[in-house]
């Protein structure tokens, strides 16, 4: 069903239960397969190219399905470099190159294909990024895609990154003490994809966040190299990345609902709609967990750069509730946040 | 059309005038972009980690739209880890590292998942290579895929090696005196899958080749650390991967159709169906264009692999008709090869 690629529960059933006993490699020790150790699920594996741990690669993979194709402030192909560019990034790699993967179905128009094929292009000389290699099939028409443009497309991407020499960034050092940061207000992206395709005004353009991260991510390393954790809350939004990350280190988080950056067209879309900001996808933003020692230098960092101008705290991790992600509402009183089910908004990336 | 999507001339304008110039990088002498240099399109992107040149990897991606997505000796699930490993070894590259992100539409069965999976994890289990990370997205059913079977799969992969110091294949090495040689009988994986489609049977079953050819590709460069071209004739078959080449090089390319390997079977299908064996795709062959010195050495070592058993000579490199490949007949005319304009056999692979 539309939940299992929605990234919350239902993906993560069926990574643990039917892809990682598959892909287990025969390696003494192994199981690493998918997405890292089977127990900690990461954005990017990590590959050593030679056995003195020098020289080590980021690999990630994403396949975009967003529809419709086009939505305010972007489209799926500025979205499937940018992604896959931040995908890279969230283990500190410095994304270098990426590949290409098209499903169009047959009567996709040339123009619209060059329009998104132009966005990738455009998308990835902005974050620096080179365009390698690629790859096109085609397969006869039917639902998929766009039904209003006649035919649909996929993109998938895939990158690699180096990452840099010493630079430890998993979701499984979260240590309770930490601070929880966000990078600006979050929302956007999945409030401008859904407005867009249901036709919906919420007073004023909600446009996607969708923006690379890479540059971001090397200054905040400048100055803060033992960063503990990165997340680009995508799918399932900052609730879903909170509850992995908490999960993974076996730790707490608490956060302060007063505190998380909710623009007020996304908070008016949301209690429109019945949905919670904190559980919608982002394509520009990141959560970083730092050691208090680094906070002041890594939020002047964040605040310096483009895309982390409205950098906050909204928590801390905890030694309370091991694995359990808290909220705490502005009266005071907490509840439990679990991670979603499936994604609240079914191809929103 | 799906003509775009087959691997032949329409897929290589696609290339050439809608992703080469959207993807143009800003470097100066750039503009190597999908597959690799504008003028030379490899199987594998190669990038140098460092200035020094040292530290080479070979990048590739495929996506696989195979219909149906089971097929006499294989499926969709091995079929995506041994192209992908197969491209990346066309570089002379040792894959090391495959990423997968499925596309599964709504309504697919788990337990049809489930066999995809088991399928992709044994094939990189012998072809020695790990899937290190993945995606899934769910998009609503259509068609797109196996209707029979209730919800369509896309898989994409896409793959790292690292290249040896020293090696340098490509297609633009193709030297004329040099001597072609494919590594076994062609045509079976498309006539292997079109059966199953069509429900069509042809005396004997015939099976995929489908198989990885890193291993034979590390004795061949053991013995000749020069050889000038590797290259997988997946879509288009022999004959698109001829005209790739001799195109790429500048040089001409004749085989004798006497020489080809093609098994009864497969021809007694094409004289049905009205194909040709030379342009049909092939999943578990290679064709590789060595120096006379060398070919002795890459012979024995190719037949002492169980992917090269029966490899054999079909032709030569020449310095007539410049970019030219020509196929010659037991009765000795000769006759001009053309990159065919799409696939002969739609979803193939």
Redesign the interface.
């Known amino acids: 069903?539309?939940?299992?690629?929605?990234g919350g529960r239902l993906?993560a059933e069926?990574?643990e239960h039917?892809?990682l006993p598959?892909?287990?490699?025969?390696?003494a020790g192994g199981g690493?397969?998918?997405?890292?150790e089977p127990e900690e699920l990461?954005d990017?594996?990590q590959?050593a190219?030679d056995d003195s741990g020098g020289?080590r690669?980021a690999?990630?993979?994403?396949?975009?399905?967003v529809r419709p194709l086009f939505f305010p402030g972007g489209c799926i192909g500025d979205l499937s470099v940018n992604g896959t560019v931040n995908d890279v990034s969230m283990s500190g790699a410095r994304p270098?190159?990426l590949?290409?993967?098209?499903?169009?179905?047959?009567g996709l128009e040339?123009a619209v294909?060059?329009r998104v094929?132009?966005a990738?292009?455009a998308a990835?000389?902005t974050a620096g990024v080179?365009?390698?290699?690629?790859?096109?099939?085609?397969?006869?028409?039917?639902?998929?895609g766009d039904r209003e443009r006649g035919g649909?497309l996929?993109i998938?991407t895939?990158g690699?990154g180096?990452i840099p020499d010493g630079v430890d960034i998993r979701p499984s050092r979260a240590t309770p003490g930490d601070v929880v940061v966000v990078s600006g207000p979050i929302g956007l992206h999945g409030v401008a994809v859904l407005s867009q395709r249901e036709g919906l005004d919420f007073g004023t353009a909600v446009e996607t966040d969708s923006a690379p991260l890479n540059g971001l991510v090397a200054a905040m390393l400048d100055v803060a190299p033992d960063l503990h954790v990165l997340r680009d809350p995508t799918r399932g939004g900052v609730a879903a990345s909170l509850c992995e990350i908490a999960e993974a280190a076996g730790v707490g988080i608490a956060y302060e609902e007063a505190k998380l950056p909710v623009p007020g067209e996304v908070a008016a879309a949301c209690a429109f709609l019945g949905l919670d900001a904190v559980s919608i996808a982002n394509e520009g933003r990141l959560i970083a967990i730092v050691t208090p020692a680094d906070l002041d230098d890594v939020l002047n960092a964040m605040h310096a750069d483009e895309h982390g101008r409205e950098a906050c705290v909204i928590g801390t991790v905890t030694d309370a509730h091991p694995g359990v992600v808290t909220a705490r509402s502005p009266l005071g009183a907490s509840r439990v946040v679990d991670l979603p089910l499936g994604e609240q908004l079914?191809?929103i990336c």
């Open positions: 069903m539309l939940g299992h690629g929605g993906s069926l990574v039917l892809f598959a892909f287990r490699s025969d390696d690493a397969a998918v997405g890292g990461l990017a594996a590959l190219l020289g690669l690999f990630s993979t994403d396949s975009y399905v270098i190159a590949s290409s993967g098209f499903i169009l179905e047959e040339l294909l060059g094929a132009e990738m292009g990835a000389r080179r365009l390698v290699t690629g790859d096109t099939k085609v397969v006869d028409g039917g639902s998929g649909g996929f998938n895939a690699i180096v079914p191809r």
